[in-house]
Antibody
Framework: QVQLQESGPGLVKPSETLSLTCTVS??????????WSWIRQPPGKGLEWIGY???????KYNPSLKSRVTMSIDTSKNQFSLKLSSVTAADTAVYSC????????????????????WGQGTMVTVSS | SSELTQDPAVSVALGQTVRITCQGD??????ASWYQQKPGQAPILLIFYKNNRPSGIPDRFSGSSSGGTASLTITGAQAEDEADYYC??????????FGGGTKLTVL
């Protein structure tokens, strides 16, 4: 079955760039059926959607992070990545990658959006 | 608005039924999905597209929606259902949104 695994530094200095990679096994990131997503969760707080990337390279980002976020995808390595620039202590969180489905069935006026497979998450601390 | 609102905490007696709600304008154009998260674990998808459950999710979990409100119902709550529950949707621009989460206590 499809599995996702995050990797990257667990400690990043303030003002630097956080870089994480999600490696997908058991299925191709080049599938046109899914959107490859990043979510984060600060300690003791709720989930925050960061954004997603499609196999074509098109992206959607959380407006509150958009100016600092860059996502990329490497279909040859079956990976997708997150870069978050100019980090501060407020960016300290567990960062998770996930597979999303999003669309609308032709017979329904309302759409769907859900994240069915998640990585285990990786803790990133921003500190000098 | 691109927000989803959940009650911060809800409690239920063991074996009873509990409803967790999620409100937001985005739910008028996109069905909510629901996730369960236990401490130190990744979220697990419970409900997607109206009232669909992934394989392995017990049928005591069900979903419903009406207008701008979505609900997750647990019928016959078990001790192992004590967890945080999050709703999720997308806004009109296709961006994902999470509710603030509801902490469920099973008494």
């Amino acid at each position: 079955q499809v599995q996702l695994q995050e990797s990257g530094p667990g400690l990043v200095k303030p003002s630097e760039t956080l870089s994480l990679t999600c490696t997908v096994s058991g299925g191709p990131v080049s599938s046109g059926s899914y959107y490859w997503s990043w979510i984060r969760q600060p300690p003791g707080k709720g989930l925050e959607w960061i954004g997603y990337i499609y196999y074509s390279g098109s992206t959607k980002y959380n407006p509150s992070l958009k100016s600092r976020v860059t996502m990329s995808i490497d279909t040859s390595k079956n990976q997708f990545s997150l870069k978050l620039s100019s980090v501060t202590a407020a960016d300290t969180a567990v960062y998770s990658c996930a597979r999303a489905s999003s669309g609308t069935y032709y017979y329904d006026t309302s759409g769907y959006f859900f994240l069915d497979i998640w990585g285990q998450g990786t803790m990133v601390t921003v500190s000098s | 608005s691109s927000e989803l609102t959940q009650d911060p905490a809800v409690s239920v007696a063991l074996g009873q039924t509990v409803r967790i709600t999620c409100q937001g304008d985005s739910l008028r154009g996109c069905y909510a999905s629901w996730y369960q998260q236990k401490p130190g674990q990744a979220p697990i998808l419970l409900i997607f597209y109206k009232n669909n459950r992934p394989s392995g999710i017990p049928d005591r979990f069900s979903g419903s929606s009406s207008g701008g409100t979505a609900s997750l119902t647990i019928t016959g709550a078990q001790a192992e259902d004590e967890a945080d529950y999050y709703c999720n949707s997308r806004d009109s621009s296709g961006r994902g949104i999470f509710g603030g989460g509801t902490k469920l206590t099973v008494l």
